[in-house]
């Protein structure tokens, strides 16, 4: 007897999220009919001459080996051609986010109307976007019979409830940061109500989605997939003692928002600033570094780095710290944990952090209780070691258990 056929998978993506995990574990089963993304390089660096700023370090890095044969749709040209005006016209924020999102859908659904329309319509499948450029192409596909499957990428409109109301508390906070406008929520609210299952990356953000008003049965938890890389750097020992010479040596790397809780670590540094602590802040974001900071010879304040960059920061660091409001998950807890890091994290994230043993929850997330943990672990250098030794990624943040995950839902889909 056959083995059945395996359910074919469409995926759309706009941008790399996870490394395309999610097509690389349907592709190697067998189960990836096509992806669309915007761009596709297939390994070639030539189109990052002609992509502006920093689109082009994106735009050479829009391909994984494990897809080098998959059949994949992109933007091509228009992707280029829309950023490009969009630096002309000096266009950002929410503007250009929903304009390029809707971009996407129309290019995509117009190809698949061009050379894809007939063998849909004779098969059916299961389509899967990722949310706020998902709510055109879920249409599209309802219509053709297949079922539907959104990515949730963070807590949605309940975690910007959350930064708004941080916001208010703190008016005097050097943030940029500002709300979506109100029908980029109008238009999510129709992309959960499209998607026969929702795919979220966390308890937290389950929660939050249930807050406001989603089913939940359409609701699965379904935690990002990690894999470690093979040119890791040596974390630096943890000395006897924290001293002048060597201080207890912190990172917050990733975006330097309000809602990743900055603003906490800046002013847990301030109650610190007579303690032998190091501060290392990375990443883009919209809060600025406060004047009052400014000089001092603890604290380092940059950009986004290069990868090499972030892997040599985990290995300088004694701690990662994550006091973030609100994440769908925070991939960079696995990064840190795969490096030997030991994390504080809030309990507002992917479930990674087991309180006292590879890492501290700070509870309640306030600035006091992070110079809690942190005198805790200048006073005992020797938890940090016993922290790294427990530090490690978990076999349910593996690309199987992904496939797993996926496997349980086409069962689910299945079912009458």
């Known amino acids: ?44 660096r030539g189109i990052a001459s002609i992509v502006p700023g920093r689109e082009a370090a994106k735009a050479s890095q829009r391909f994984h080996p494990d897809l080098a044969n998959a059949a994949v749709m992109h933007m091509g040209t228009r992707r280029i051609l829309f950023e490009t ?15 390029r999102n809707a971009l996407f859908q129309r290019i995509m659904i117009h190809q698949l109307r061009k050379g894809w329309l007939r063998e849909l319509r004779s098969e059916s499948g299961i389509f899967f976007s990722y949310s706020y450029a998902a709510l055109d192409l879920l249409r ?47 238009l999510w609210r129709e992309e959960c109500a499209l998607s026969d299952r929702i795919v979220v990356n966390s308890e937290w953000s389950r929660e939050a989605l249930l807050a406001t008003g989603v089913a939940s049965e359409k609701i699965m938890v379904v935690p990002l997939a990690y894999e470690r890389t093979p040119n890791a750097v040596a974390r630096a020992p943890v000395p006897p003692a924290f001293t002048e010479e060597r201080p207890l040596c912190v990172l917050f790397l990733g975006q330097l928002t309000l809602r990743k809780g900055v603003h906490l670590a800046l002013d847990a540094a ?7 602590v190091r501060w290392c802040f990375v990443g883009p974001g919209d809060m600025e570094f406060p004047n009052d900071l400014q000089g001092s010879p603890r604290i380092h304040w940059s ?64 600035s006091s209780a ?12 020797v938890l940090l070691r016993l922290m790294s030794g427990a530090s490690s990624v978990h076999a349910r943040f593996s690309l199987d258990a992904l496939g797993t995950n996926l496997e349980q839902i086409e069962r689910e889909l299945s079912t009458p």
């Open 1 to 44: 007897m056959k083995s059945p056929r395996p359910t074919s998978w469409i995926c759309a993506q706009l941008g790399s999220r996870e490394h395309y995990a999610i097509p690389r574990v349907l592709h190697r089963s067998g189960r990836l009919r096509l992806l669309m993304t915007d761009y596709w390089t297939r390994g070639r």
């Open 85 to 99: 005006l969009a630096r002309i016209r000096r266009s950002s924020g929410w503007d250009t986010i929903t304009r």
């Open 140 to 186: 599209f596909f309802r219509e053709l019979g297949w079922r539907t499957v959104l990515g949730q990428m963070d807590p949605g409109i309940h975690e910007e409830e959350i930064v708004a109301a941080e916001q208010a508390r703190h008016p005097d906070l050097p943030s940029h940061w500002s709300p979506a406008p109100g029908n980029y929520w109008n």
């Open 270 to 276: 301030r109650q610190m600033r007579d303690e032998p």
């Open 303 to 366: 950009g986004p780095v290069s990868r090499d960059a972030t892997r040599q920061l985990y290995g300088d660091a004694d701690l990662f710290l994550l006091p973030t409001l609100s994440d769908g998950f925070a991939l960079t807890q696995l990064e840190a944990q795969a490096a030997g890091l030991p994390v504080i994290a809030s309990k507002f994230c992917g479930d990674v952090v087991r309180d006292g043993v590879n890492g501290w929850i700070i509870d309640p997330l306030t």
């Open 370 to 381: 992070i110079v809690e943990r942190m005198r805790c672990a200048l006073k005992e250098p």
